[in-house]
């Protein structure tokens, strides 16, 4: 056990929980990856939470979805006094002096702002803090990386327009489910720390999701991070493709689900569960060790540097998990883990948690 086990808070760059919470659980139901018993046992010091637009939700649609999700989220912060919704690094500080959890508010899908830059700062001005710019499928300003057929080449001018302006209303840039052409797009307009949230490295498991050497590196150029995914099927290529031959490709399962539901957020939340089941069940017990995930902290830390790397669990967007990896819960013993593989005490503070309080500090203040 680490010596300071307990006194290195967490950082956990994404996870998809808001939908629920949308749906009606409350923050403590144990029943989500992501809880408030579990983020406390877990050393949770600082939870992103994002707000999930399908990519298929009609141009129109997705500003209303997203702005009540965001409503909402912060109603169910409000109730309990063991989190804080928080903004920058001053009110970070505030809320680990009290003993809380700090609170970040992501938007995950740039199609949230309707192709509207005035709802990008109307995103501000409701706390959001960090934008993933695109998902599984690519919109009419930024490629995405599930797109085999690019109509044009990264981002638009409407697509750098967005960069400029989230680097001037202090959000986060989060490239994660990028197009590589995207990302080197960005991180060439960009003027701030960019990250990828919830992302792995293709050389451990070439698949689209995942970022090459060169872009961790340039999101290292940068000032940012690369938040680390717990989602087996980016972790390991075999395992990988056992997933998609069993069960069929995640994202588009996924988008098949969301179109059955007609693009209605309650009836995706109860199809969702039976998605979840049929990854599970699909799997059986075909688990992936979790020393694949340390695969690719090592690789990272490696190649870039201990400063650049950060966790980016995925919970509750993704249907499996590794094996012994329950959700937010888990956490700390992950952490442990990388004392056990000889990561100093200082490095695991900084990929724990002052990679990202840097990158807050210099987008957000």
């Known amino acids: 056990m680490m010596p300071s086990s307990g006194s290195i808070p967490i950082c956990d760059l994404h996870c ?8 009606g659980s409350p923050l403590t139901d144990r029943g989500m990856q992501v809880n408030l018993p579990g983020m406390i046992e877990g050393g949770i010091g600082l939870q992103v939470f994002a707000c999930y637009i399908p990519p298929a939700i009609p141009r129109g649609q997705a500003f209303p979805m997203v702005e009540k999700m ?22 970070i500080g505030s809320a680990r002096a009290s003993n809380r959890i700090a609170a970040f508010i992501g938007v995950e899908n740039g199609n949230a702002i309707d192709g509207d830059l005035a709802n990008l700062e109307k995103l501000r001005d409701l706390g959001v803090r960090l934008m993933t710019i695109i998902h599984a499928e690519s919109n009419e300003w930024a490629i995405s990386s599930n797109d085999p057929a690019p109509r044009f080449d990264g ?19 989060d490239v994660s489910h990028s197009h590589d052409r995207t990302v080197e797009e960005v991180l060439r307009h960009s ?68 179109r059955a539901a007609g693009m209605d957020i309650v009836k995706i939340g109860e199809l969702y569960p039976g998605f979840v089941a049929r990854f599970t069940e ?24 201990a400063e650049y790397v950060a966790f980016g669990s995925d919970f509750d ?44 500090g210099a987008v957000c203040g």
């Not at 799997?283 to 995930?293: C, T």
Request: charged share 25%.
């Open 191 to 258: 003027r701030k720390p960019v990250i990828a949230s919830h992302s792995c490295a293709k050389t451990l498991c070439p698949n689209a999701r995942n970022l090459s050497d060169e872009l961790i590196a340039g999101l290292a150029y940068s000032g940012g991070v690369v938040g680390l995914n717990l989602y087996p099927g980016f972790l390991d290529a075999g395992y990988s493709r056992r997933i998609t031959e069993r069960a069929g490709d995640l994202f588009s399962e996924l988008g098949k689900m969301e």
């Open 282 to 305: 699909a799997m059986g017990d075909d688990l992936l060790p979790l020393e694949r995930y340390y695969d690719h902290i090592l690789y990272v830390t490696e190649l870039i540097g």
């Open 317 to 360: 967007g993704v249907p499996i998990l590794p094996e012994g990896v329950a959700g937010c819960a888990s956490m700390r013993r992950i952490q442990e883990g990388l004392y056990e593989r000889d990561y100093s005490l200082d490095e695991i503070q900084a990929i724990s948690w002052d990679n990202f309080m840097r990158v807050i």
């Open 16 to 23: 998809d929980t808001a939908t629920n919470l949308l749906l």
């Open 70 to 91: 965001i409503v909402n989220l912060k109603a169910e912060l409000a109730r309990h006094p063991e989190i804080a919704l928080c903004t920058n690094l001053a009110e």
């Open 155 to 173: 981002l638009t001018d409407l697509g750098r327009d967005v960069i400029q302006a989230m680097d001037d209303l202090g959000i986060i840039i």
